[in-house]
């Protein structure tokens, strides 16, 4: 919920910072003030943190920037967080949204004081806070929202998940089927190339390593020419008269009968020769072993070289790697395979497309009427609300519409719409096309009030909700907002005393003018306070000790 609003050169604002309770109640809280001290600035500012359009006009005359920045408590659960996660933005249980326009019109907007996009703010906004009673088409104005609302009311999760379940189960085998009918009608265009590539392929038999692997032969078997002859020259050195390897033989058995006889002067000489006959005997034989493996073998380069140019070749034929023909082979064959399946593979799954669209379907139909009976819940709850709101005339009805097959999704087969019709004989119209600002508000506060833990917002603001209303009116008003506040935290702007006696949290809204300028500021009031407001409100300019015993038991009757 809305911790604190911090406002700088904002229209008429120069300096405030407004702090809001913290509370997993809610609250009502009311903002007050006498006609243009500037109730409708605080909104705006609010708005503008929420990424609202933003202008140059709302720079405070002779400042260079406006800039307003709005904190929420965010509980474990919110979807904020996931937003968060999804732009790599740093998220902890305090979520800050700040922007900043200058004079020159530019704009800079901030999350948690890192850099962002005025549409994150937007995006993050609609889930922290609805402002009821404008018009623009936002919050349950906006026809998009109407269908999740009635579901979360009706308690539909179930139902939901199965024709979500449904639904991308009956797209994975649309998918399915119109990729095998593809692959199946490419293969028919291209089966003569196809048999001809696989067989080709086929004797081949590429492996993923065989170029590497031939290359290194080829290298080789070229230089097995002249490496023999290195190796069968180094080897007549080695036997050259005696041999070096008879010779070290001889020498270490005469130094051997004699070592005895020498009082340990021969040792060292000793095991000198033993190494050097070791090495020179290894060596010879490594030489031996070289020699029978670097062969020259015409036939073998012949044959190698064959395969690694046709190896090649094949790959320049299909325009891949030397390595990824094995794998094109593969897909070569499947594609044929699936050609010579044919028709018996495309009907199973076109069997299994169509089973999955009439599981869809049914799934689709229990949501239908689930939502129906749902439907009228909703009216009835609604209805149960308007009389009170001096709107007893007025009808809502929830219209559900099938939609058309290419308009199915995920969320079903229904359209949902809030409507209402203001006068009887009237046909029932979209909610956002009641002409009067006042009766909207109270429309939009009967429905929320019967919405009350529907939606992500844990902030809702209301714009003169008793607009053109009071006495009883504005007390039934009032005491939805107070019941409304029991879930969700509730601030209203209002020019109702019955309205301002039931909030937990009363401001004053008050606007300052000299000669050279205006200014706005707002007040939080102790009990003292409130009351002297209420006065004022119940008689206007001149605050009586009726006034003030009339507010007293306003107050006194909210408890």
Not at 204 to 220: G, I, M, N, V
Not at 467 to 484: C, M, N, P, Q, W
Request: charged share 30%; net charge negative; hydrophobic share 45%.
């Amino acid at each position: 919920m809305l911790v604190s609003l911090s406002i700088r050169d904002f229209v008429l604002i120069e300096k405030l910072d407004l702090d809001f309770v913290r509370s997993r109640r809610g609250g009502l809280g009311a903002l007050t003030g006498e006609t243009g001290a500037g109730k409708s600035i605080l909104i705006d500012a609010l708005g503008l943190a929420l990424g609202n359009r933003a202008e140059s006009a709302a720079v405070r005359r002779g400042s260079a920037q406006a800039s307003v920045a709005a904190s929420f408590d965010l509980p474990k659960d919110h979807p904020a967080h996931a937003v968060l996660a999804e732009q790599g933005l740093q998220d902890d249980d305090a979520l800050t949204l700040r922007r900043i326009i200058g004079a020159d019109g530019r704009g800079r907007a901030f999350v948690n004081d890192q850099p962002a996009s005025v549409a994150l703010l937007r995006r993050l906004g609609d889930t922290l806070v609805e402002i009821q009673g404008q018009m623009e088409q936002h919050g349950l104005l906006d026809m998009g929202t109407h269908r999740a609302s009635l579901d979360a009311f009706a308690g539909l999760e179930k139902q939901a998940e199965a024709v979500r379940t449904a639904w991308h189960a009956w797209r994975a085998a649309e998918q399915a089927r119109a990729d095998a009918e593809a692959a199946a009608a490419a293969a028919r265009r291209d089966e003569d190339f196809l048999r001809h590539a696989v067989k080709e392929l086929e004797a081949l038999s590429p492996k993923p390593d065989d170029e590497e692997k031939l290359a290194e032969e080829r290298q080789l078997l070229r230089a097995g020419s002249a490496l023999g002859e290195a190796v069968t020259q180094a080897m007549a050195e080695l036997e050259h008269g005696r041999g070096a390897v008879g010779a070290l033989r001889n020498a270490h058995r005469l130094v051997e009968r004699n070592v005895d006889k020498a009082m340990g002067r021969l040792d060292t000489a000793l095991a000198a020769l033993d190494r050097a006959l070791s090495e020179a005997t290894e060596a010879q034989a490594q030489l031996e072993a070289a020699q029978a493996a670097l062969e020259f073998d015409p036939a073998r380069l012949e044959k190698v070289e064959e395969r690694l140019f046709a190896l090649r070749a094949a790959a320049r034929k299909h325009n891949v790697t030397v390595p990824d023909l094995a794998a094109l082979a593969e897909r070569f064959a499947a594609q044929l395979a699936a050609l010579d399946d044919g028709e018996a593979g495309l009907k199973r799954l076109a069997n299994e497309a169509k089973a999955a669209r009439a599981a869809y379907i049914a799934a689709a139909e229990v949501q239908s009427a689930a939502r129906r009976k749902g439907a009228a819940r909703l009216d009835k709850a609604v209805a149960a609300e308007l009389g009170p709101l001096k709107l007893e005339k007025a009808r809502f009805v929830t219209d559900l519409a099938p939609l058309s097959e290419t308009e199915w999704s995920e969320n079903g087969t229904d359209r949902a719409q809030f409507t209402v019709a203001t006068n009887p004989g009237t046909p029932p119209a979209p909610i956002a096309r009641i002409a009067s600002g006042g009766e909207l508000s109270r429309f939009l506060l009967a429905l929320k009030v019967c919405l009350a833990k529907v939606g992500d917002a844990a902030t809702i603001v209301f714009d003169e909700v008793d607009s053109g209303i009071g006495g009883a009116t504005a007390a039934a008003v009032g005491e939805r907002l107070k019941r409304l506040a029991k879930d969700v935290q509730v601030l209203v702007v209002t020019h109702s005393p019955q309205v301002a006696a039931v909030a937990d949290r009363h401001w004053l809204i008050r606007k300052t003018t000299t000669r050279s300028a205006a200014s706005t500021d707002v007040l939080a009031l102790d009990a003292k306070g409130r009351r002297e407001e209420i006065a004022r409100m119940l008689s206007g300019a001149e605050v009586t000790a009726e006034a003030r015993a009339a507010a007293d038991r306003l107050l006194a009757a909210a408890g």
